[in-house]
């Protein structure tokens, strides 16, 4: 049967077109690949090559015609051993040549949809939070874990890092000075004697390539842990954490992913300025297919790690360099200490207002609440220990109780995390509260280098106390 | 899937043919109707592509590798298919069909349906299998070579014996992290063969406007050897793979290849390329051409018209079977949209 040619679409955009020039007459043969005609588009003059051999019947629609919808038929191609007798028989709206063999266009697709089974069940909290629904954190009894060890921060990480790699021989570390020199700020200390250096490995100092391996590692089997000597450098590779480890799952329709952990120190050191000194919280915490994690103490930074390590998922481990050496006495030794991802602690529990931190401010939120309660406010502290997926519950739960929220961040205000928790107040809480929330951030300034400027860059407790204050119109 | 299935057999009679002049092994009509194959399905395939992409059946950015089917082809033949991982950019269809990907599941990807390898997620430029190795259709250029340099990573670690093959482009290969994983790559000694498809353009930017220098001598600080081939003779490619592969499955670390190639389509579906002249185009086309030297030699060797007939007609199947399917295949359940973001543990 005569098949007819149409009017092809060449750019996504594209709805019609003037058919400039024909290069074949009727009767001519053309092959496949052959360039028959020129089209014009909105943006160019492009050819059209057959997509199947055969003889040019007859050209339906003349050079020189303007506005040619796509899809038109333009021309009628003759098979073996047909005649232009036959060209009666190319149905009226048939596709071309081969489209003729492939069926009508939208059809099936609309007859298919109404067929389909139900779609898979959605867990993901954060989509759920947009549909409305909060979803409560994941069970974690931490009060169980009675056998505890004296460790700093630094310590603990190197610790669950190293539990990990004893469980798991595709866990590896790999950095710039991680192993001969036992880490830039000395959290893989002892790591290279124990691993060896096929699990412990030093890069050259190129974060967008060893990222970039690091995430095909993970693909391919493995459970890489890279370390950033600081965050800022991780901008080097941020194309890799998003383009290449957040989207893979959801890329691949659920068919490959990517178990990797990205850490380091995050935030402000001390007079290391602007280049130096920023949070990624907000950054990492924007891009769907991350989880995004930041501890505070020793007990954090072990249970996070380890879960981080064992998560299916790119994980963003947000450390603190200022934290490394503080030194707590209630690490849980367990090795099943893994805590859950997703899940704040309430620090300390208060019944006037709802303090929320993370990193290192929940130490200064914790000493804002001790100044508080001296001045007879009663504050409760969350720790959010991960920053996507948020506890919002947590959160939710807490202003129902103390009616007042201050969210206090060390990176800058605009679309921060206390930005994030506003929303979520605004969205969720409005009718309980009696205060509006109050932002406690770091100034909206590159850092600066002198003592005194940096020191007002930062925020402190002495802020938290009087926003908490502000909060419960006690200023 | 039929066209690429006799891969194994086929590279094996190769290996007992005897020597043609230039000391190669002088090709088998087995051999010769296996590449012949491979590479008419992946310029049908493409075609098709071109096609549905022109009925608006296909959106966004669709990359035709019509013209470069010989340098895929040749570098899968020379392949240990059961252990080796392959990873490119979003030219990325013709590099599935050799891994013996499912033409139908490829095209429903191109078409955004439900049978699409990612269940239309992905499109034309982000697709993978893990079973058959595959790991990207990446849309970021130069991202597939340091995934790649991990996948040979991942081989090393596990000493599974695999070989990644990463693809770039000849404008990929300025990019940063190219230099960066040669570096590592050969620091680690890592099994990994760059393949450069140098097609002459990046875009519409001749190579000659923007590299300086020859691509695959840019291993040479570092240690990696590398050769030039001709990416339009698929024997030739073949044996570059072949000793490539060899070398680097013995524990020497990586291997670049430059592969010189031609693509005959613009950039994507809406280059109409004004900056080649029709006579560059042309002279590839009419003398240069891979399948058609193939298929002269199948002549030559005594196969008949009736024969080479034949297996146009089981490729042409092939390959409107894959597009029926693109059609009928539904568009995914709108619940899609919500799922895998993250792999939920309670799954
Ligand atoms: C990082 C990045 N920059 C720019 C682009 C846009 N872009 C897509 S393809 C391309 C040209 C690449 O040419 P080449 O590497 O030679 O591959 P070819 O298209 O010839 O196969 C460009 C600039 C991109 N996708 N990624
Ligand atoms: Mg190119």
């Given at each position: 049967m005569p098949t007819n040619i149409l009017m092809p679409a060449l750019s996504p955009t594209m709805t019609e077109g003037n058919l400039a020039k024909w290069l074949k007459t009727e009767g001519d043969?053309?092959?496949?690949?052959?360039?028959?005609?020129?089209?014009?588009?909105?943006?160019?003059?492009?050819?059209?090559?057959?997509?199947?051999?055969?003889?040019?019947?007859?050209?339906?629609?003349?050079?020189?015609?303007?506005?040619?919808?796509?899809?038109?038929?333009?021309?009628?191609?003759?098979?073996?051993?047909?005649?232009?007798?036959?060209?009666?028989?190319?149905?009226?709206?048939?596709?071309?040549?081969a489209a003729a063999e492939v069926s009508e266009e939208s059809a099936p697709v609309a007859q298919a949809d109404a067929e389909q089974p139900s779609g898979a069940v959605v867990e993901n909290r954060d989509i759920l939070y947009h549909q409305g629904i909060i979803v409560e954190p994941p069970p974690f009894d931490e009060a169980?874990?009675?056998?505890?060890?004296?460790?700093?921060?630094?310590?603990?990480?190197?610790?669950?890092?190293?539990?990990?790699?004893?469980?798991?021989?595709?866990v590896y570390l790999m950095g710039e000075e991680v192993a001969e020199y036992q880490g830039a700020y000395k959290c893989s200390q002892g790591m290279l004697d124990e691993f060896g250096k096929d699990r412990v490995i030093d890069t050259p100092i190129t974060e967008h390539g060893f990222a970039g391996i690091a995430v095909g590692s993970a693909?391919?089997?493995?459970?890489?842990?890279?370390?950033?000597?600081?965050?800022?450098?991780?901008?080097?590779?941020?194309?890799?954490?998003?383009?290449?480890?957040?989207?893979?799952?959801?890329?691949?329709g659920g068919q490959l992913g990517c178990p990797i952990v990205f850490r380091?120190?995050?935030?402000?050191?001390?007079?290391?300025?602007?280049?130096?000194?920023?949070?990624?919280?907000?950054?990492?915490?924007?891009?769907?297919?991350?989880?995004?994690?930041?501890?505070?103490?020793?007990?954090?930074?072990?249970?996070?790690?380890?879960?981080?390590?064992?998560?299916?998922?790119?994980?963003v481990f947000l450390e603190n360099e200022i934290l490394y050496g503080e030194k707590y006495d209630n690490v849980p030794s367990s090795d099943d200490f893994v805590i859950p991802l997703g899940r704040a602690k309430i620090e300390r529990s208060g019944a006037d207002v709802t303090i929320v931190a993370f990193s290192i401010m929940v130490g200064k939120a914790l000493k804002a609440a001790e100044e508080l309660a001296e001045q007879g406010i009663d504050a409760e502290v969350i720790n959010l220990r991960t920053i996507r997926p948020l506890d919002r519950h947590t959160i939710l739960e807490s202003v129902k109780k103390t009616n007042r929220i201050v969210v206090a961040e060390e990176g800058w205000p605009f679309a921060g995390i206390g930005a994030e928790i506003a929303a979520l107040i605004g969205e969720h809480a409005f009718d309980y509260m009696d205060a509006p929330l109050a932002r406690v951030t770091g100034a909206?300034?590159?850092?600066?280098?002198?003592?005194?400027?940096e020191a007002l860059a930062l925020p402190q407790a002495e802020h938290i106390v009087k926003a908490a204050k502000k909060v419960c119109y006690q200023d | 899937?039929?066209?690429?299935?006799?891969?194994?057999?086929?590279?094996?009679?190769?290996?007992?043919?005897?020597?043609?002049?230039?000391?190669?092994?002088?090709?088998?009509?087995?051999?010769?109707?296996?590449?012949?194959?491979?590479?008419?399905?992946?310029?049908?395939?493409?075609?098709?592509?071109?096609?549905?992409?022109?009925?608006?059946?296909i959106g966004g950015f669709c990359h035709l590798y019509i013209g470069q089917e010989a340098v895929v082809t040749g570098i899968s033949a020379a392949q240990d298919n059961d252990k080796d991982t392959v990873v490119t950019s979003y030219r990325d269809h013709a590099h599935m069909l050799a891994c013996d990907m499912d033409p139908k599941g490829i095209m429903a990807e191109l078409t955004g349906r439900e049978g699409g390898y990612s269940r239309g997620k992905?499109?034309?430029?982000?697709?993978?299998?893990?079973?058959?190795?595959?790991?990207?259709?990446?849309?970021?250029?130069?991202?597939?070579?340091?995934?790649?340099?991990g996948l040979g990573f991942a081989h090393k670690y596990t000493k599974d014996g695999g070989v990644a093959v990463a693809y770039m482009g000849d404008g990929a290969s300025n990019q940063g992290q190219v230099a960066e994983c040669y570096n590592m790559a050969a620091l680690w000694d890592l099994p990994i063969l760059f393949v450069i498809e140098n097609n002459q353009y990046g875009m519409g930017t001749s190579v000659k406007r923007s590299s300086a220098g020859t691509l695959y001598r840019r291993g040479e600080g570092y240690g990696i050897p590398g050769e030039q081939v001709d990416g339009m003779d698929v024997f030739a490619v073949e044996a570059a793979a072949s000793q490539a592969l060899e070398?680097?499955?013995?524990?020497?670390?990586?291997?670049?290849?430059?592969?010189?190639?031609?693509?005959?389509?613009?950039?994507?579906?809406?280059?109409?390329?004004?900056?080649?002249?029709?006579?560059?185009?042309?002279?590839?086309?009419?003398?240069?051409?891979?399948?058609?030297?193939?298929k002269d030699m199948l002549q030559t060797q005594g196969v008949d018209e009736a024969e080479l007939k034949e297996i146009d007609k089981e490729i042409k199947a092939i390959v409107n079977e894959a597009a029926t399917f693109a059609q009928e295949s539904p568009e995914p359940h709108v619940d899609e949209l919500w799922t895998d973001i993250l792999v939920e543990e309670s799954a």
């Open positions: 043969t053309v092959e496949a690949g052959d360039v028959i005609a020129e089209i014009e588009t909105d943006k160019a003059t492009m050819e059209v090559e057959a997509v199947d051999e055969g003889i040019l019947g007859k050209i339906l629609i003349s050079e020189g015609t303007q506005n040619v919808a796509v899809n038109t038929p333009i021309a009628v191609l003759l098979g073996d051993g047909e005649s232009a007798n036959d060209i009666g028989e190319a149905p009226e709206a048939a596709p071309t040549a169980s874990f009675t056998d505890v060890y004296t460790a700093t921060v630094r310590e603990a990480l190197r610790d669950a890092m190293s539990e990990e790699m004893r469980n798991d021989e595709t693909m391919n089997g493995l459970k890489p842990i890279v370390e950033f000597m600081t965050w800022n450098f991780g901008m080097q590779a941020i194309d890799h954490i998003i383009n290449s480890a957040a989207k893979t799952l959801y890329m691949a380091g120190p995050n935030g402000a050191a001390s007079r290391v300025a602007a280049q130096h000194s920023q949070c990624y919280a907000s950054w990492y915490a924007h891009v769907p297919g991350l989880k995004v994690v930041a501890p505070w103490s020793a007990a954090d930074a072990k249970g996070l790690m380890k879960a981080a390590i064992r998560d299916p998922n790119p994980v909206d300034v590159p850092m600066p280098y002198a003592a005194n400027l | 899937m039929a066209a690429a299935k006799k891969k194994d057999s086929a590279k094996a009679s190769n290996k007992t043919a005897p020597k043609d002049g230039a000391g190669r092994n002088a090709p088998s009509v087995d051999v010769l109707k296996k590449y012949y194959r491979d590479m008419l399905l992946i310029r049908r395939f493409e075609e098709k592509a071109g096609q549905l992409y022109g009925m608006g059946l992905g499109g034309s430029m982000h697709m993978f299998s893990k079973e058959k190795r595959f790991f990207g259709g990446h849309g970021i250029v130069g991202a597939g070579t340091a995934i790649g340099a070398y680097i499955r013995s524990g020497n670390g990586p291997y670049i290849l430059e592969v010189m190639t031609y693509r005959y389509r613009g950039h994507s579906m809406s280059d109409p390329a004004k900056y080649r002249t029709k006579e560059e185009v042309a002279s590839f086309k009419e003398e240069r051409d891979p399948i058609t030297s193939v």
